[in-house]
């Protein structure tokens, strides 16, 4: 009982100061000027295309995004001058070229009143991915209730030579009559998919490989980088659950992609993540997520995506 009234006295004056009042601060440091925002992402199936717009002063009003659109956007393509983007709408810029493999992709834009930005990456080489087997067994959760188990596993062989990193998704595709009908996203588990790599020399694979922090909150479950593996074979062993076929016109495809994705898209995911929990958290001091970006903000990605889809008999 004591010690509930030396806590309870100990507390008081806290609670105190925190209801008490509320007393306006007035900003007295340098307000900063707005920057160009480049943000692309460019991969070999896509034209090249990026989103130009303002940055907001981080104390300043919550607003909509201030867009540009009188940018002038050229696409330098292996130090060559490859096109300049069409404006589209809404700060949107597109062109024509499809990057390939291994390309070095320069952005430059001007716009008025702003210094220039400068951002580039290179396109990742094509992703080395071999379906090893795709596999389907009848089971039964129950007497009476029958399930179908499917299983696909495959090989991802990492090149030695440079740093990679990658990313894994999985789509359920539900076709009738040979037409896709609807498209919906598998929840990966990484730890399980890559289950079968023995990796020596760390206590701690998952949490290194796929980027993870010790907390556990990672948003970002499908990216890892090939750190513990290099220039091995990665062992991918994908298993998921399906009723039995109960229409003859109704097919149901599995679909696996891997692509590798440039470091600095990346760390741009992982900082964006760590951002976005720290907003969670107020007491937390604010994570800068990262850029490649020269007098601006935003981020140039790129990346090489690689599919294998099966359908179900």
């Not at 709408?89 to 001007?110: A, L």
């Not at 994705?261 to 900082?271: E, F, H, I, T, W």
Request: hydrophobic content about 40%; proline content about 4%.
């Amino acid at each position: 009982m004591k010690k509930k009234y030396i806590l309870a006295l100990l507390l008081s004056p806290l609670f105190v100061f925190l209801v008490s009042c509320e007393k306006y601060i007035e900003f007295s440091g340098e307000i900063t000027e707005p920057l160009l925002v480049v943000n692309s992402i460019v991969n070999p199936d896509s034209a090249v295309s990026a989103h130009i717009s303002q940055s907001r002063f981080v104390l300043g009003k919550t607003s909509p995004i201030v867009t540009v659109e009188n940018a002038a956007v050229n696409v330098f393509v292996n130090d060559a001058l490859k096109e300049k983007l069409i404006h589209k709408g809404g700060g949107m810029y597109k062109g024509n070229y499809f990057p390939k493999p291994s390309d070095k992709i320069r952005f430059e834009v001007t716009v008025p009143q702003f210094e220039t930005v400068e951002a580039t990456t290179v396109v990742p080489e094509n992703v080395n991915l071999t379906l090893n087997s795709f596999g389907q067994t009848i089971k039964e959760s129950s007497p009476g209730a029958a399930y179908v188990e499917v299983n696909m596993k495959m090989t991802l062989s990492d090149n030695a030579e440079e740093e990679n990193f990658y990313f894994i998704k999985g789509y359920r595709n539900v076709y009738a009559n040979g037409m896709l009908q609807y498209s919906h996203q598998l929840d990966l588990k990484l730890s399980d998919v890559l289950k079968n790599n023995q990796v020596s020399g760390s206590n701690d694979f998952f949490s290194e490989l796929l980027g993870e922090d010790t907390s556990g909150t990672q948003r970002i479950k499908n990216i890892f980088n090939d750190g513990f593996v290099n220039g091995k074979d990665i062992a991918l062993d994908f298993t998921f659950s399906e009723f039995p076929k109960h229409s003859d016109y109704e097919e149901i495809e599995y679909e696996i992609q891997v692509a590798q994705m440039s470091k600095d898209l990346y760390q741009y995911l992982l900082s964006a993540n760590k951002a976005m929990e720290s907003n969670d958290i107020p007491i937390v001091e604010s994570v800068q997520v990262h850029s490649n970006t020269t007098n601006g903000v935003g981020i140039l990605g790129s990346f090489n995506l690689e599919k294998i889809a099966r359908r179900m008999e």
